[in-house]
């Protein structure tokens, strides 16, 4: 301690500077690091997590359009009506197969890739079913009695296959939400 008050004014006041000058680097090299970290974080959820929540809510938005379309179509009386039915459900059906083919690009591991390829396999098949459904829905328009069958394949296999769907997408969209938590709840180093 001697040794220090030895020291000239001016010495004393460089080693000072010098200290607070290197801390002062390390504390902008730490702040620089947690600043790239922030970065990274915000990179990953732009580039991953919401489009591919986006993504995943276009599905369920046009499955739910799709089952609320051939409800409408089976109550449907007239030709017409049923036509613009048919392409609004034609339009959703091709806007699933889009949305879903686009995922794969963003698929980030292979439980992602399993996942979808469930919502692959159920989605078709409920698009799929609808020519069945279709079919017997528009047997209505000159056979009433054909309106209960209708109806019965809507509460029976179309459902499933929509409840199918429904539950392969909601399984994705658990996924990637789950993908983002630990990114939100990380500790800082």
């Known amino acids: 301690m001697n040794a220090l008050g030895n020291l000239k004014i001016g010495t ?14 390390g504390l902008g090299g730490i702040a620089a690091r947690q600043a790239q970290m922030i970065y990274d974080a915000l990179d990953y959820y732009a580039a991953n997590t919401t489009p591919s929540l986006q993504a995943v809510k276009v599905w369920q938005d046009q499955m739910d359009d799709m089952r609320t379309l ?36 963003l698929l980030s591991d292979a439980e992602d890739k399993r996942l979808w390829q469930e919502v692959v396999v159920t989605s078709n098949a409920a698009i799929a079913g609808w020519d069945k459904l279709r079919a017997i829905s528009r047997l ?26 429904s539950s392969a997408i909601d399984k994705e969209w658990d996924f990637n939400v789950a993908l983002a938590r630990p990114r939100s709840t990380a500790p800082w180093p």
Do not use: C
């Open 12 to 25: 004393r006041l460089a080693w000072g500077f010098g200290l607070l000058l290197t801390l002062l680097i």
């Open 70 to 105: 051939q409800a409408t179509h089976i109550m449907t009386h007239t030709d017409a009506g049923m036509a613009a039915i048919e392409a609004s459900i034609q339009h959703a059906g091709s806007k699933v197969r889009q949305a879903v083919s686009d995922y794969e690009k």
């Open 140 to 165: 209505t328009l000159n056979d009433p009695a054909k309106a209960e069958e209708a109806r019965a394949l809507f509460v029976g296999e179309a459902q499933a296959q929509y409840r199918a769907a």
